[in-house]
């Protein structure tokens, strides 16, 4: 009765083991991933790609990389439309099947912030954006670009590089008055910038779905700095660009990856001569190998220039690094080792991870979650130009998380 009653306590616990570890028993006929984002709504424009930027990668690995150890990984795309309660039933969905996905990654700030908790509790692994609040305290969440204050300290030091009068360059914030768009505005980010000789010389917030922002701009416009900058997406960069066109207001923006092609294609001539933060090649770049292998596959599934973003290529990254992940990891511990704390390892011993002969280039630790380099691109005639290549970011964590 011992050995029987012992033999039923360790089938239930691995029973459970398995439920709260997406383990499988066996080799499976396929795997999954989850990918969330707000594909409809306010951040459409710019995350919108991430679904066939997925699907094109998933399926040049499944195709020519052999998938997971021969088995075929199907992503599961969810739609959340910039709501984040829709998100998080989505998110519940998810987690309730079995197996559940090991990765159920976010394409959405305020999502990713809310579901941090849940990624311990529910034992997954997330990929989500470079806020501090996605990230920190360390849970089950890696970033899959540098946080954004970091993005926007690679530009501030280019330009102090670069500065040819006596006095500090000067700089105003206008941004989102979200968790995205507040996570440029941290007391870390400013002693950073006081650091190396800049000023920051006002801060002003707008609505997600504000268009007139003049008395935020004649705020700034009356401390006179050399440039503005945001953190913000879509019709958050528009409006600005629109207002200071409205002022007869001549300065450019800087902006993190909000600022990327999918922005800019909606009023080109209005984000001419404009720096942006990236941390990926860049669509212009036409005959980088890392651009030409992604091509060949934009090209073959008919994607149109509005799938031109940034997140058509975070949808490459992050599936190039799931697939080396979970390779290792399969390869190293087999099909019943596949949870997420054998995924975490592999993830923070991961150095200068540089895929697909260097679209990007990624390395976690267990205390820092987010990769730590980004190039500087200045928008010229449509198109983003590199005018540095890949560089460290300043480390912007706040210090109790360091």
């Known amino acids: 009765m011992k050995r029987l009653s012992l033999s039923l306590v360790l089938m239930l616990l691995i029973a459970f083991f398995c439920m709260q570890a997406s383990c499988f028993a066996e080799k499976p006929e396929s795997i999954s991933i989850g990918v969330m984002g707000d594909f409809s709504g306010p951040y459409a424009p710019v995350v919108g790609p991430t679904r066939p930027g997925t699907l094109d990668a998933w399926q040049y690995l499944n195709k020519e990389a052999g998938g997971i150890q021969g088995i075929k990984l199907e992503p599961i795309l969810k739609d959340m439309g910039g709501k984040v309660d829709v998100g998080q039933s989505q998110y519940n969905e998810l987690v309730s099947m079995k197996p559940k996905p090991i990765f159920i990654d976010m394409y959405i700030t305020p999502l990713a912030a809310a579901l941090r908790n ?109 440039y503005l900058i945001t953190n913000s997406t879509a019709s958050g960069p528009l409006a600005i660009k629109k207002g200071l066109k409205e002022m007869g207001w001549d300065i450019k923006l800087i902006n993190t990856s909000g600022g990327d092609w999918g922005t800019a294609a909606l009023d080109p001539s209005l984000f001419e001569g404009d720096l942006v933060a990236l941390h990926v090649k860049s669509f212009d770049e036409v005959d980088d190998p890392s651009i030409k292998t992604v091509m060949t596959y934009f090209t073959a599934n008919n994607r149109t220039e509005k799938d031109k973003s940034l997140f058509y290529l975070v949808g490459w990254q992050v599936a190039l690094l799931e697939h080396k992940i979970l390779n290792q990891v399969v390869k190293d511990h087999g099909w019943k080792g596949l949870n997420a704390e054998n995924v975490m390892k592999e993830l923070n011993n991961l150095k200068d991870f540089a895929p697909l002969e260097g679209i990007t280039k990624m390395s976690y630790s267990e205390k820092r979650r987010s990769p730590t380099v980004a190039r500087v691109y200045k928008i010229t005639k449509g198109k983003f130009l590199p005018v540095t290549d890949f560089v460290e970011t300043p480390d912007l964590r706040p210090a109790k998380f360091k």
Request: aromatic share 14%; charged share 25%.
């Open 118 to 226: 849940r990624f311990v509790e529910d034992n997954v692994v997330s990929l989500v954006p470079g806020a501090g609040e996605s990230l920190y305290p360390v849970g089950n969440s890696y970033a899959y670009y540098a946080l954004y204050p970091e993005q926007i300290g690679v530009v501030l030091k280019w330009i102090k590089d670069n500065w040819k009068k006596k006095e500090n360059p000067k700089f105003g914030i206008i941004t989102w008055d979200t968790g995205y768009g507040r996570a440029i505005v941290t007391e870390e980010f400013y002693n950073w910038a006081e650091k190396i000789g800049v000023d920051i010389v006002d801060t002003q917030l707008f609505g997600i779905r504000d268009v007139d922002l003049t008395p935020q701009l004649m705020k700034l416009r009356a401390k006179n700095p050399d």
